[in-house]
């Protein structure tokens, strides 16, 4: 009998560890989640920052580009607009030469928490 209980004890601790790890993931997603808009991809440095990734703004545009994610102006291919992980949006300025348009991409809640796993696997401070 107690061999059961030893065993029932163990299962218990390896899911509070299992919580315990999980824990940091669930507060960012639910962060992200709770956000009805888009952010750009410089805010989303920020974001990442603060969850011990160390990467830039202008690193985190190359990894992006270099991971496949964004094509070379920036701008998400297709399949992850599809998949709700970024919006792309037309902006005017005016500029010297008058008034022009420009594409913006935006980051999903939906991108953001699939792009920090990615980010955590490859620059996450241990």
Not at 91 to 99: M, P
């Amino acid at each position: 009998m107690a061999h059961g209980l030893l065993a029932a004890q163990r299962i218990i601790d390896e899911k509070d560890k299992q919580i315990s790890e999980m824990k940091p993931k669930a507060a960012f997603a639910d962060q992200v989640t709770d956000s009805k808009d888009a952010i750009d991809i410089g805010s989303f440095a920020k974001v990442v920052k603060d969850e011990n990734i160390k990467i830039g703004r202008n690193k985190l545009f190359e990894w992006l580009r270099n991971q496949k994610i964004l094509m070379h102006n920036n701008v998400p291919y297709q399949r992850y607009i599809d998949n709700s992980w970024f919006k792309v949006i037309e902006t005017t300025k005016d500029t010297c030469y008058g008034v022009k348009c420009f594409t913006k991409t935006l980051i999903t809640g939906r991108g953001q928490i699939q792009i920090v796993e990615k980010l955590r696997e490859q620059f996450a401070v241990k």
